[in-house]
């Protein structure tokens, strides 16, 4: 071990709990010595340089793999546990220094001999004794393939960006990224925006108020309200006014009205004028003339339907009597009709006897004609005495019945026909008698029924002849009085209408005034309350601009610094890098490199140039190389910057540096990482197995230690070999 | 020299910039401590623009 063994840090073992390639736990052991970690893609030897990164600093530039969660990353690939752990431990002579992160726990340590730091003691307490912060150490300590992929690639922001990894730069890079002063300054005009837009609004509105004030003011003063009702005081005022009248109103009319509650400012208006409504609706219902008006215009009601009536009624009870007369004239009264009956009746009695007696006869005479035709007897059936030998006994009886007999039956059919018609008519006089004397009683009780309500109405029986002239002149007395309450009820509805004008017009005219200035008062206050508001998004503003001033200070900063910090680390390395390019690349023309950090107006880019020989034309790097040899150009870059930073960690860390080299450059590489190897600890992670052989031939520190990570099922399994050290 | 205490310096430089120099100072631990999403964080802090709800209020 050399004198600077003694004097910087080496890397003396990495142990890693449940990361990445390791489900469980596994201890990679360099103690303080070059080493080798190969195997084949895929075993977990990438686990090793990012899990030194992470217990390092816990963290990443930017996304260690784009749209993935840093804990779905640092997850074991295989098994479900989150709470991954690692602890690096670094040697220096006798002194030993363990940093530990527990992701689980979220704990981070520094363990310096007796001392232990927790946190951010520990962060401060890591960087202070390693001499380098995240930055140094991914520029000078930690090569990774991915870090220079970006040179590959055709896009100048993306070759910008790996040559901002390789040199690390990332931290500018991203904070350059996120100090953006215009958006405060964005701000502070929105904020400004804010105020004008407001301040607009209201000017505009009281102007608008202005002028609508104006207007009702106007039309008040047309009305002739003066300057001194314009206000709440005179709104007020005037409603007294007017509730006193209205009170008098109320006692003129005898209806007691209270008076109007005061109205101290607009908002007590509609409250009032529903009071003002119920007190003019009390007197105008309540009011002595409307009591007297009613019970006259039911009495003028009444009276006009008995002066209809009364004369109708006499009218027809006349007509109805003069019709029995008439009928009583011409037919006889009730008792003559009755007396004329009785004797058709007797008479009808009499012709039916003296009808049965004919038919005896007859029937008697046909019985003798039947027997004297069967007998042919001599003698006279009836009488029986000796008929004379000529005598036709049965011609003569048969023409004595048919004959006389039949002649006065005639007769007597007749009489009894005449009797039976008279008896009929009798009846139906008797029947319409009846219902003439009933007409007669109905138009009698009729007129009775309305001689009564007229005593009723007029307060006296009055006799049937001055009935109608009773009932007319009291009807004009009425109508007489009924008009002179109605100009009475006229009048007082004048003056309700009057008190009522005065009441629309106060709500109309005078209160919108009134409302305007209150509208107007509110608005002022709006107005106060938005210049505090807008004194404080001044203020807003005024802070966004002065963060967007300081910030674009800082943003100028930035890129100055990594300007400097870039070209100074570039012009350190530049002489190593120059002799590393031309050993690696070997490119025939174009032998020189040139790297160059150049400040912009808002980024810092990079000249990344090769000629040939110096003075020579340049040409752009990407155009010339190729990706072996941009890759090479790259590692070349990455060796020299490491070579020359100043930091107490003697280490560096290649994770995979053979990617796109030829044979020839793999040979170069080998020859100059076993160089580097044999001044400090370097440790190489490879698949390449052939790499691996050039870097034994090429003197690659015997007592390194070679991992050879042989196969892995969740966990690698390694395969170690540490000779003695020499 | 770190990016830290370049920055630091260039602005320390300059006159009547150490408000920038405080802020820088802010920033730069709030990146340290959590990165990139500290300071877009710390940043996010500082802005503060009018939203709808300020406008619907002015308004």
Known sequence: MSANDNARWRLASVTIRQFRGVAKETTYAFDGRPAMLHGNNGVGKSTVAVALQWILFGRFYGDVLPNTKLDSFLAPVQGKGKAYSGEVAFSRGSERLVVSRDGGAKSFTVRLGKDTWSDEKAEAKRDEILGLDMDTFVRAVLLQQSRIRGLLLDEPKERNKALDRLLGMDAAEHLLDLVRPRDFSNAAVAWRDVIRDEQQQLRSQEELLGTQLEQCQRTARDLRFLNKDLNAPGLEVRYLELSRDLVALGRKYKVEVDELPPVPGAAKVASVARAFEQAVRAIRLGAELRKRLTPVQKAIADLSGLSERSGEAVEARDSAVQELEAFVKTHGDRKTLLGERAEAQERLKAHRQELKEADGLRQLLLDAHDFVKRAKSRECPVCERVLPERTDLAARLRERSAGSASDAMEGVRRSVEKAEGRIEEIGAALQDLTVLGKEVEVARKTLEKVREKAAEVLGATVPENKLQARVDESLGARREEEKKLALAVEAMEADLESVDGRERQLRAVLLPVVQKRDEVAAHEEKIEAAKKRHEKSEARGAEMDRYAAQLEVIRKAVIGAKEDLANELLGKAAPRAQELYRRLVRQPVFDTLEIEANAKAAKVDYTFQVTAGAGGAARDARLVLSDGQLTATALALFFALAESSQHALDLLYVDDPTQNLDLPCKEAMAKVVAEIARRRQVIVSTQDEDFVTSLKAEGFPKNAIIHHITAWDGNPTVETSAPASV | ?59
Do not use: C, I
């Open chain 2, 1 to 59: 020299m770190s990016l830290e205490k370049t920055v630091a310096a260039k602005l320390a430089a300059q006159r009547g910039q150490e408000e920038a120099a405080a802020l820088w100072k802010k920033l730069w631990s709030a990146y340290e401590k959590n990165g990139v999403e500290g300071a877009h964080a710390f940043l996010g802090d500082l802005l503060d623009a009018p939203d709808d709800e300020d406008s619907a209020e002015d308004a």
